[in-house]
């Protein structure tokens, strides 16, 4: 079995644990992570290597399955990826892929964007991903010659006990939300009451998604907006725990 962008090898080490397996290989292009994997692994029948999914270092028809999580979007010649997983995969067997739904299915993403790109109109959104068409995953299998080709939705629910729960554990929101202030530096930059940890832009832009996302008291679960409009008026931003930010 075959794991294609195995990051910290997460779903490599599941393999076993649900499946009878005989081998799990799992391949990144970051070094680091490939070490963390190994550093983690006392499973003989698994190992990590670092790898370009576009060039596997591997024979024609060396494993019965491939997997491939929420990775074939980041990588900029994808179907040449899945050309190379069809390759390595042995007749009748099986090329399985996910990926991240960035324009419908990603709220916790998309408000972000969505809130950046009214604070600097000059933000480009990347909504739309290669890969989260609807049919595109299957009809680039069907290129390549593979047969019974499913493809399905699936839906993830996340819940976050508040604000900063969001902020911490969301999938890449602080490293995100840091940077678009690098690369869009005119987003707006307030001075912050107290030291915070974060960039002043990042600060604000945290403050504006907590003000528009999340209503109610500063801890409290995540709800959604509501839809019943209302007026704008001047009020202080928390944007993080310990920071309050002033409005222009």
């Known amino acids: 079995m075959l ?3 195995c990051g910290t090898g997460s779903l490599a080490f599941t393999f076993p644990e649900i499946a009878n ?17 190994r550093a983690c692994n006392a499973d003989l029948r698994i190992s990590f290597q670092q790898a370009d999914a576009p060039a596997l270092p591997f024979e024609d028809n060396s494993f019965d399955r491939a997997f491939s999580m929420l990775v074939l979007q980041f990588i900029p010649d994808a179907a040449r990826a899945v050309a190379e997983m069809c390759r390595v995969v042995r ?5 399985t892929s ?3 739904d960035a324009y419908g299915g990603m709220l916790h993403s998309r408000m972000l964007w969505d809130i950046a790109a009214v604070l600097d109109p000059s933000i480009e ?5 290669q890969l989260s068409k609807p049919n595109e995953m299957s009809a680039l299998w069907r290129k390549f010659g593979f047969l019974d080709v499913e ?34 530096p005119t987003l707006p930059v307030r001075r912050c009451k107290s030291m915070c940890s974060v960039p002043t832009s990042s600060a604000y832009l945290m ?3 907590r003000s528009r996302a999340w209503h109610g008291p500063v801890v409290g679960p995540f709800q959604r907006n509501r839809s019943a409009p209302r007026k ?3 009020r202080s931003t928390i944007c993080c725990s310990e920071c309050v930010v002033e409005p222009p």
């Open 91 to 95: 007749p009748g067997g099986t090329v």
């Open 3 to 5: 794991d294609i962008g």
């Open 207 to 209: 403050g504006r998604v």
């Open 232 to 234: 704008r008026r001047r």
């Open 98 to 100: 996910a990926v991240w």
């Open 21 to 37: 397996v005989a081998s799990v290989t799992g391949i990144d292009l970051t070094e680091p992570c490939v070490e963390f994997a």
């Open 151 to 184: 493809q399905t939705s699936l839906l993830i629910r996340m819940e976050f006990s508040c604000f900063d729960d969001y902020g911490s554990r969301s999938p890449g929101a602080k490293a995100r939300v840091d940077s678009l202030s690098r690369v869009y």
């Open 125 to 129: 959104r990347p909504l739309i991903r």
